[in-house]
């Protein structure tokens, strides 16, 4: 069943005759009456499987507000079913459901009874909010959620008005003034006690905070919730009163695009004190409080866990000393506590990343990429001094992304006695090399092996002194922390204070408080203080000068990309003569996207430091047929790190368009033994023919690997391409302007056009990163009857807008979403629709979405799989021609593994036989059949206020 609200016309399909059956008869059960039958199972054979073989139409008559509506159950063999929602869940976190109201809710129950059908019941008391309609008697308001036969949830409920306001009947007039849909009738003050969320952020700021608190809030309220914002973190909570804001829908307006945290942040005395969580209990108690989430850092939410577990004696003592009465206590014996990470060190543990690391790692890269010109020009040598006390994520991440000389961080403190002496030599040999610059990047904390602070200004005096170098020390301070929220800790923050407010609605008195974390690319949810200790071992295994151990507490990357790091930084001569295996040709096929020449460089670096000859093969395969090809040095790719587009050209021509035995013929006359082809669905498709034709062509009988790279994220076999990351920051950054302009002309809704070819991913999750209105998406297309909800929505959403506010808002639509419904097709809807209300314009991004230089996601990404590539490839050195048949390659395989696709699963990088892929793949649209973040859109919804629920029907 679909989310829209406001639907009369449901179509459900089932494979089953059984279920289709029992479908007709349940919602009979519930006073649908049979109006129409058509088709008939006996011609089934003669019917095209794709078509419908029965159909039953059954109708049902609503009564004011409600509507009538009709469902169309479809017998047919290509049904979407659905899987059975889990028993163990609470049903009302599920993403959709049709809300049925019914003045009988025993009735419904006793249905439900007499069918033995499971179903779940809530009870409350009544309530208002901003969202949900008041209810005018003293009722207790009663949901049953249960589900039809097949699968589809379905909520019973007495309330009168059973969804949010936002789902109130609409009545266009000409023209529309935004007094005549006002919601001014609706009250917004609460009636009873509902459950109430306090939120605060704390510790050091962090970018992302902002859109953590946002979806806190808008989730919250549609969840029938009351939340308040808490300012200057626990000083707020301290010191109560007017620190202590209720907030409403629009209090959060235009919070995803801001930088640090607009409700203030504080290193807080008091709290650490029992007098200072005895007056925060107080305040909390007198606001009618009983839920926390905290985002912040480790202290913050140790802080959290503290006044929760001193909770039952804090009221005791507050109702001794008389300031609270024992009823006041009453209904807030437990206290939920819950922590979202949000802290630029990337400290915590029991989650990949937290809030705020990323985009600090942004002004980290846009400070280092600056600095190196200007190093490059004098031929300096700068240290630089970021962030992270116990942390050394944001150094090494800054190095790899920025390929910075040398990095020192707390976990990992050089090995030597005489470390200076060694960097000095690693920091000649690169200048021998012909480098004009010199960059060391050092962590707040680092230390060397017995502890010692490392700091900048010896590491320049070394520099100064021992190499004669020109130097000079940037400590980038606070810079790091300001500063917009990239894309992904926006959406970072907005999945996990989604969660947040679901942890918060599931917790018991007996479940530990949680914290919301990111595991593998997915939203976790895991006991707090298992890991704040955990995140304490951290600082505990350093001061014991247990590096080994400090650095096994930290994420499984961190491991990986600081070998990486060395390996494609750091010139080993010792291997640079050995080997010469593998040959590998280099090619960019397709369009350029972030992240080509950072894999290249570190491809070319792991290569020449394992003794392997990497060569260029410039304009792709067209290059190859032109002889246009050479072998890459160490110093022909510094600088390539932060370099966007492709340093070697790409070319659209696949090795379809071309002459494949010339392709053959060439690789064999260049004694290219291994292949690495970084590109879109191109470089994919590439890759399928040449593994097709190996049986005619041994040239192909070589390992031979895709590294996709695109901006549209369509490759099959990997969760993210290179760079679409990029792309997402530069689509945000525009859009952010646009909405700015938007909002400073009142009452103007852009349609900005996105690319993704037939993938909707960069639509949708720049969507959710700008706090779009709406989403269009090749996935789900365009039609009339969503334009009109859409446009529905808008007068809605226009006409609670209070007169003379900002109101820009945005609308994001893939350029294949729809051949009919272009982008100026839907902004001249708009316009004419919106009659005066708002009006409309159009924007489309073009290549400004292939970004300039690359993201650092995108760079880290990229150093890290180019790495893996290269081991990929290696394992088969072992394997050299041995048919005497067989003059080239001189490596050969035809197993299926050789021709493969590496990928990013979660967090974990897989290698795909491109063989294997095939069947995921829809090869008309150019993507894979499966996509991760296709649900996300519905969240894009729900953050825009679209309401979650469809108003069905006036029941029995
Ligand atoms: N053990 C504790 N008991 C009570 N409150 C605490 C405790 N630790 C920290 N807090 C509260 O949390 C606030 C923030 O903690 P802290 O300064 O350690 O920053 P953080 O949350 O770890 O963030 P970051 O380290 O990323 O800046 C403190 O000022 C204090 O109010
Ligand atoms: O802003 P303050 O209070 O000086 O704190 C700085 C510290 O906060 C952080 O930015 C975040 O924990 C650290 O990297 C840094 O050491
Ligand atoms: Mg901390």
């Given at each position: 069943m679909s989310v829209i609200e406001g639907l009369s016309h449901i179509v459900l399909t089932t494979s089953s005759v059984e279920k289709y059956e029992s479908t007709v008869q349940f919602y009979s059960l519930f006073g649908y009456q049979p109006i129409s039958q058509v088709g008939s199972r006996v011609l089934s054979n003669e019917v095209s499987q794709f078509l419908p073989r029965e159909e039953k139409v059954l109708h049902l008559f609503g009564k004011p507000p409600t509507q009538d509506i009709t469902i169309r159950i479809v017998l047919t063999t290509n049904a979407n079913e659905k899987e059975p929602l889990p028993e163990e869940k609470d049903w009302r976190l599920e993403q959709s459901s049709l809300v049925s109201a019914t003045k009988n809710i025993v009735d419904v129950e006793s249905i439900l009874e007499s069918i033995n059908l499971k179903y779940q019941k809530y009870t409350y008391p009544n309530e208002s909010d901003s969202l949900v309609a008041p209810l005018s008697a003293d009722l207790v308001h009663t949901e049953i959620y249960t589900h039809d036969p097949l699968n589809n949830l379905i909520t019973f409920t007495n309330k009168p008005i059973p969804i949010s306001k936002s789902i109130y009947p609409i009545k266009p007039i000409?023209?529309?003034?935004?007094q005549d849909i006002s919601s001014s009738n609706i009250s917004t003050e609460p009636k009873t006690k509902k459950k109430r969320i306090g939120m605060l952020t704390s510790g050091g700021d962090s970018p992302g905070m902002n859109a953590a608190v946002r979806a806190v809030v808008r989730v919250a309220i549609s969840r029938g919730c009351d939340v308040y914002a808490i300012y200057e973190g626990y000083e707020g909570l301290v010191n109560g009163g007017d620190m202590i804001k209720k907030f409403g829908w629009a209090d959060v307006r235009g919070y995803l695009a801001i930088g640090g945290t607009l409700i203030g942040s504080a290193r807080c005395k008091a709290f650490r004190e029992r007098e200072g969580r005895l007056n925060s209990a107080y305040n909390m108690v007198k606001n009618g409080i009983d839920a926390l989430i905290v985002c912040g850092g480790d202290g913050s939410l140790t802080g959290a866990d503290v006044l929760r577990s001193e909770w039952p004696g804090l009221l005791d003592e507050l109702i001794k000393e008389g300031r609270i009465t024992a009823e006041e206590a009453a209904p807030h014996k437990h206290l939920t506590v819950v922590g979202l990470v949000g802290s630029i060190?990337?400290?915590?543990?029991?989650?990949?990343i937290t809030i705020g690391a990323v985009s600090s790692l942004h002004r980290i890269c846009e400070a280092v990429d600056s600095i190196s010109a200007t190093a490059l020009s004098h031929s300096r040598a700068f240290v630089i001094e970021v962030m992270g006390r116990n942390c050394g994520w944001l150094a090494l991440m800054a190095a790899v992304s920025t390929g910075a000389d040398f990095v020192f961080i707390p976990e990992r403190p050089p090995a030597s006695d005489d470390w200076e002496s060694e960097m000095c030599e690693i920091l000649n040999k690169h200048r021998k090399l012909g480098k004009r610059k010199t960059i060391v990047i050092v962590a707040e904390g680092a230390i060397d092996k017995n502890l010692k602070p490392i700091k900048a200004d010896y590491i320049k005096e070394l520099l100064s002194n021992r190499m004669k170098l020109d130097t000079r020390v940037t400590t980038l301070g606070h810079t790091q922390r300001g500063g917009k929220p990239c894309s992904f800790d926006r959406n970072l923050a907005t999945l996990q204070g989604v969660e947040a407010v679901h942890a918060v609605l599931r917790a018991t008195s007996d479940t530990p408080s949680p914290m919301i974390g990111v595991r593998q690319n997915k939203i976790t949810c895991e006991p707090l203080m298992k890991a704040v200790g955990l995140t304490r071992q951290v600082a505990e295994a350093i001061s014991r000068k247990d590096f080994r151990r400090a650095m096994e507490l930290r994420d499984p990357e961190f491991s990986e990309d600081y070998a990486a790091y060395i390996e494609t930084t750091i010139v080993n001569d010792?291997?640079?003569?050995?080997?010469?295996?593998l040959r590998i040709g280099i090619l960019h096929i397709g369009a350029p996207a972030g992240g080509m020449n950072p894999a290249t460089r570190a491809v070319v670096r792991y290569s020449l430091n394992h003794g392997h000859t990497p060569v260029a093969v410039y304009n792709g395969f067209d290059g190859l047929l032109q002889d246009n090809l050479r072998e890459l040095s160490w110093l022909d790719v510094d600088g390539w790190a932060a370099k966007g587009g492709s340093e070697l050209g790409t070319h659209?021509?696949?090795?379809?368009?071309?002459d494949i035995g010339m392709i053959a013929y060439q690789l064999q006359k260049h004694r290219i033994n291994s292949l690495l082809l970084i590109g879109g669905f191109e470089a994919y498709s590439s890759l399928v023919e040449l593994n097709n034709y190996r049986n005619q062509y041994p040239a192909f009988c070589i390992p031979m690997v895709c590294l996709p790279a695109t901006i549209s994220n369509n490759v099959p076999g990997t969760d993210f391409s290179l760079g679409s990351d990029t792309s997402l920051n530069a689509i945000v950054e525009s859009c952010d302007a646009i909405k700015q302009s938007a909002s400073a002309s009142r009452r103007r809704v852009f349609v900005v056009e996105v690319q993704g070819g037939q993938s909707g991913y960069l639509a949708v999750l720049a969507g959710l990163a700008v706090g779009a209105t709406n989403v269009y998406t090749p996935e789900e297309g365009v039609s009339l009857k969503k334009l009109q909800l859409d446009i529905n929505h808008l007068i809605r959403r226009y006409g609670e807008d209070k007169q003379g506010t900002s109101s820009g808002r945005l609308v994001l639509r893939n350029e294949c979403a729809s051949e009919t419904y272009t982008t100026d097709v839907i902004a001249n809807i708009f316009k004419s629709e919106g009659r005066g209300l708002f009006d409309s314009r159009t924007s489309v991004l073009g290549h400004i979405q292939q970004g300039g230089a690359p993201s650092p996601t995108d760079r880290i990404r990229a150093t890290r799989l180019a790495v893996r590539c290269v081991k990929f490839l290696e394992q088969y050195t072992s394997h050299p021609s041995s048919s005497e048949k067989v003059v080239f390659p001189s490596i050969y395989t035809n197993t299926k593994d050789s021709a493969a696709v590496i990928g990013i699963d979660g967090a974990q990088v897989i290698f795909t036989p491109v063989a294997d892929l095939l069947s995921e793949t829809d090869m008309k649209y150019r993507k894979g059949k499966k996509a991760w973040w296709i649900n996300i859109k519905e969240l894009v919804e729900i953050l825009s206020k679209w309401g979650k629920f469809i108003l069905s029907f006036l029941l029995i």
């Open positions: 000409s023209p529309i003034k935004q060190d990337n400290d915590m543990s029991s989650t990949d010792e291997t640079l003569s050995k080997n010469k295996c659209k021509i696949i090795v379809s368009d071309l």
